[in-house]
């Protein structure tokens, strides 16, 4: 059986996995051009706040106080950088890819979380919960590029 430390940990790289895309998500709305760009943007962050909201109860219920700012992982940073410099010198389509990758690394954080068999199972049914949204919206978000790109 997993530690509750290790819950803690497992939760908190969720919790700064989400507050880097909440942070990317509205970078990328305040620099969009198109307005449904900026509304999918502006949503997908509070969304992910909404996310980062529910995690931090678990953490607190397990003992511990969430951590603050974004992921200790430096790629998902780096990858929300990019969206920033993006958005500040690029294209709407530039901003999407630039959002998808970000997105790419969300699903992996979740993935690693939920490959660890002794997650404990109330834990197990939030993230697999969040794992699903966050995987709708990365799929939404790739078929928006590839969208963006045909035309």
Same mark, same amino acid.
């Given at each position: 059986?997993?530690?509750n430390d290790q819950v803690q940990?497992?939760?908190?790289?969720?919790?700064? =996995?989400l507050r880097d895309g909440e942070k990317g998500?509205?970078?990328?709305?305040?620099h969009a051009t198109d307005p449904?760009?900026?509304s999918l943007f502006t949503e997908?962050?509070?969304?992910?706040? =909404?996310?980062?909201?529910?995690?931090?109860?678990?953490?607190?219920r397990l003992g511990d106080t969430p951590r603050d700012g974004?992921?200790?992982?430096?790629?998902?940073?780096?990858t929300w950088l990019n969206v920033r410099d993006a958005v500040t010198g690029r294209d709407d389509y530039a901003v999407v890819a630039e959002a998808e990758r970000g997105e790419d690394v969300a699903i992996q954080n979740y993935q690693d979380v939920l490959d660890d068999a002794e997650l404990p199972a109330?834990?197990?049914?939030?993230?697999?919960?969040?794992?699903?949204?966050?995987?709708?919206?990365?799929d939404q978000i790739r078929d928006l590029k590839r969208g963006m790109k045909a035309d």
């Open positions: 059986m997993m530690s940990d497992r939760l908190n790289k969720l919790l700064g =996995t998500f509205a970078d990328a709305a305040e449904q760009l900026k997908r962050s509070g969304q992910r706040a =909404t996310l980062a909201t529910e995690i931090e109860q678990h953490v607190t974004g992921s200790v992982g430096a790629a998902l940073h780096r109330d834990v197990r049914s939030v993230v697999e919960a969040q794992y699903a949204k966050v995987k709708a919206s990365h």
